[in-house]
Structure formats: structure tokens, C-alpha cells
């Protein structure tokens, strides 16, 4: 069955640095467009930002844009979220989910989701 395991959370100060991974497994992750949203406590779930099949086409809300960076390694399944700059309005749970297509940016339309890594941005 499809899985998406993220790791990597934890507590930083701001200015700090932290990179989440999602390990994913039971699906051709090569064939889907991976995304990272964020949500934190009493707030919906907000888009951070996707990647393509392939690594070459990236979006990213702009609230992040330039301090987060999407990368992916087909070859291991995985896909990572580099936080720079953390500020504490970053402190959220984040989540990684996958999409049949790209551009999207709307959480239901992503249809397989992680548990979530809790990251908190001290000030």
C-alpha cells in the first residue's frame, strides 16, 4: 500500500536550519509530483511547495520562497524539504503528499498523505 514516512523535526532557534525527508514506498514514486504543506495549531493546512517527477519544475508559496528548498532522489524514493532561515511563524506539522499532476496547490488535490513531523521555531 502506499506509505510516506516523514523524519527530520525537531526544535530549532530561528535563523536555523532543518531537513525534513519523506520516504515513500508502494507506489512508482518517479511518476508522481511531490508536495510539502504545513499546518499548524487552529489553522488549515497551507501549501509549502511541490516538486515535479523529476526535480526540474518547483513552486513554492512565497511565503518560503527563498529560504525552502525541494529536492528529490528517485533512486531512493525520497524527497526532502532544506528550511533555511526559520522564522517561528514556520512552526507547523509538516506533511508530505503526492499528486498526479503538477501545479497543484490545493491540499484535496493530492490524494495520499504522511503522518507529519513537528517542527517548532523558537524566537
Known amino acids: 500500500q502506499v506509505q510516506l514516512v516523514e523524519s527530520g523535526g525537531g526544535l530549532v532557534q530561528a535563523g536555523g536550519s532543518l531537513r525534513l525527508s519523506c520516504a515513500a514506498s508502494?507506489?512508482?514514486?518517479?511518476?508522481?509530483?511531490m508536495g510539502w504543506f504545513r499546518q499548524a495549531p487552529g489553522k488549515e493546512r497551507e501549501f509549502v511547495g511541490w516538486?515535479?517527477?523529476?526535480?526540474?519544475?518547483?513552486y513554492y508559496a512565497d511565503s518560503v520562497k527563498g529560504r525552502f528548498t525541494i529536492s528529490r532522489d528517485n533512486a531512493k524514493n525520497t524527497v526532502y524539504l532544506q528550511m533555511n532561515s526559520l522564522k517561528p511563524e514556520d512552526t507547523a506539522v509538516y506533511y508530505c503528499?503526492?499528486?498526479?499532476?503538477?501545479?497543484?496547490?490545493?491540499?484535496?488535490?493530492?490524494?495520499?498523505w504522511g503522518q507529519g513531523t513537528q517542527v517548532t521555531v523558537s524566537s
Open positions: 503528499a503526492r499528486s498526479s499532476r503538477t501545479y497543484y496547490v490545493n491540499p484535496s488535490q493530492y490524494d495520499s
Open positions: 516538486s515535479n517527477w523529476n526535480g526540474n519544475i518547483k
Open positions: 508502494g507506489f512508482t514514486f518517479s511518476s508522481y509530483t
